[in-house]
Every structure is written in C-alpha cells, then in structure tokens.
C-alpha cells in the first residue's frame, strides 16, 4: 500500500535552516505530482508547494516563496523541503502529499513531522 | 488567490443526525471542489473529489454536490466515528486553498 514517511523536522531558531525528507513507497513514485501542506498548531490546512511528477513544473504559496524549496528524486523514490530563513509563523506539522491520480486533491497523505521554529 | 469559506464553523449533532455543511468559493472553480475528514492527531482523509466523486474506501452516507462557487458536504446518518472537522478544498488553481473547517462534535 502507499507509505509517506517524512522525516527532518524539529526545533530550530528564527532565522534557521531545515530539511525535510519524505520516503516513498508502495506506488510508481515518477507517476505522480506530490506536494507539502502544513498546519500550524490549533489552525487549518496550507497548501505550501507542490511538484509535477518530472519536477519540471514547481509551484509555491506566497508565504513561503523564495524561502523554501521543494525538490524530488525520482530514482530514490523521495520528495524534500529546504526550508531556509524560518520564522515562528513557520511552526507547523508538514505533511508530504501524494496527488489523486495529478488532479490536484490529496489522496494520499504522510504522518507528518512537526517544526517549531523558536528562539 | 481564490478564498474559501465554510458553514457552519462547527456543529452539534447526535448518531443517526443528518449533517450538511457549506462551503463556498470566492469565484468559480466549475467542479474542482474536494472534501477531507481529519481527526486529532491524523493526516487528512479523502473523502469526495471533484465535488460530487466518492474515494474509493469511503461510506456511502457521505455525499457531495454543487457547482460553481457553492458546494455541500452530507453525512446521511452521522456515526460515532464521524466526529471530526471537515475541510473543503478548491483544486481549480494554485495555491489550492482550504476552507477553514467544520467541527463535527457530540451533541
């Protein structure tokens, strides 16, 4: 069955650096578009970026533009987020997300790993 | 950006109630409408997409519909299990933004 498993989150200072890790498995990883939704504690969910399946297409929300960067490889079957310059409102549970057949829903969703960005 | 918005912001109901919840767009997005079901501490849940197309898994007595710019979630006959909060999201154009919830909790 499909298996997102994302790793790197943590505690890190304002003004930090963080990478995220999500291992896949259980489907043809290349076939599909996957992206990172976030929530931050107590509040709802934000699409944050996403990745077509050959990475050629790469979108990000405004609240992360040019702070983080989202990136795939295909042959290890894993997704990633640098996150750069965090700030407390960066503080969330990232979850990786594998894209229902690319039509732009989540059908498929990681644990997700917990960020706290905090001096 | 296209803004979503939902009603009721939470809801008491008993089993066996029928539940419906709304959710509108700030402009059209035809019928690239999805809803999810997240409980404490979990990862969302699929639960209808393209605003009317039940995931395969999911129990029949949840129900999509609506075009356009308003759409409505219908649980039948709620369960023990559907306490939840319900999130719509809007699939037409990036970024693909959330409504901002529904609580379903126990009358």
């Known amino acids: 069955q499909v298996q997102l498993v994302e790793s790197g989150g943590g505690l890190v200072k304002p003004g930090g650096s963080l990478r995220l890790s999500c291992a896949a498995s259980?489907?043809?990883?290349?076939?599909?578009?996957m992206a990172w939704i976030r929530q931050a504690p107590g509040k709802g969910l934000e699409w944050i970026s996403y990745?077509?399946?050959?990475?050629?297409?790469?979108y990000y929300a405004d609240s992360v533009k040019g702070r983080f960067t989202i990136s795939r490889d295909n042959a290890k079957n894993s997704l990633y987020l640098q996150m750069n310059s965090l700030r407390a409102e960066d503080t969330a549970v990232y979850y990786c997300a594998r894209e229902r057949n690319n039509w732009n829903d989540v059908g498929d969703w990681g644990q997700g790993t917990l960020v706290t960005v905090s001096s | 950006d296209i803004q979503m918005t939902q009603s009721p912001s939470s809801v008491s109901a008993s089993v066996g109630d029928r539940v419906t919840i709304n959710c509108r767009a700030s402009?059209?997005?035809?019928?690239?409408l999805a809803w999810y079901q997240q409980k404490p501490g979990k990862a969302p849940k699929l639960l209808i997409y393209?605003?009317?197309s039940l995931q395969s898994g999911v129990p029949s007595r949840f129900s999509g519909s609506g075009t356009g710019t308003d759409f409505t979630l219908t649980i039948s006959s709620l369960q023990p299990e559907d306490f939840a909060t319900y999130y719509c999201?809007?699939?037409?154009?990036?970024?693909?933004?959330f409504g901002p919830g529904t609580k379903v909790d126990i009358k």
């Open positions: 393209t605003a009317s």
């Open positions: 259980g489907f043809t990883f290349s076939d599909y578009y």
């Open positions: 990745i077509t399946s050959t990475g050629s297409t790469i």
């Open positions: 402009q059209e997005i035809s019928t690239w």
């Open positions: 999201q809007q699939a037409n154009s990036f970024p693909f933004t």
